[in-house]
Nanobody, 125 residues
Framework: QVQLVESGGGSVQSGGSLRLSCAASGYTASTYCMGWFRQAPGKEREGVAYITTYGTTRYGDSVKGRFTISRDNAKSILSLQMNSLKAEDTAMYYC???????????????????WGQGTQVTVSS
């Protein structure tokens, strides 16, 4: 049974930093995409960043240069380092994953199969 468990959310002032982690278990696929998504009240779920099994990354335009995604395949842990946080980064953040037979991943929420329960990030201005 696949399970994704996020941690590390919290409240921080504008300009501060947070680090999110996602522990993955139950995966049998050799390659899979992993990503971070976020959803603010009244808004659609937004792709923040993804990373492939081979370490290729891509970021949403709103977080480029401020957020860094990484993964430890041996420990099955996905991380998101968030720096220079802004009030508009406030949202519920979700870890997601999907097995893949290609090296291609996306920032589209609908392309991901497995989801964590989410962790809240609140940035005060």
């Amino acid at each position: 049974q696949v399970q994704l468990v996020e941690s590390g959310g919290g409240s921080v002032q504008s300009g501060g930093s947070l680090r999110l982690s996602c522990a993955a278990s139950g995966y049998t696929a050799s390659t899979y995409c992993m990503g971070w998504f976020r959803q603010a009240p009244g808004k659609e779920r937004e792709g923040v960043a993804y990373i492939t099994t081979y370490g290729t990354t891509r970021y949403g335009d709103s977080v480029k240069g401020r957020f860094t995604i990484s993964r430890d395949n041996a420990k099955s842990i996905l991380s998101l380092q968030m720096n220079s946080l802004k009030a508009e980064d406030t949202a519920m953040y979700y870890c997601a994953a999907v097995p893949t037979r290609t090296k291609l991943c996306t920032l589209r929420a609908g392309d991901y199969r497995d989801w964590g329960q989410g962790t809240q990030v609140t940035v005060s201005s």
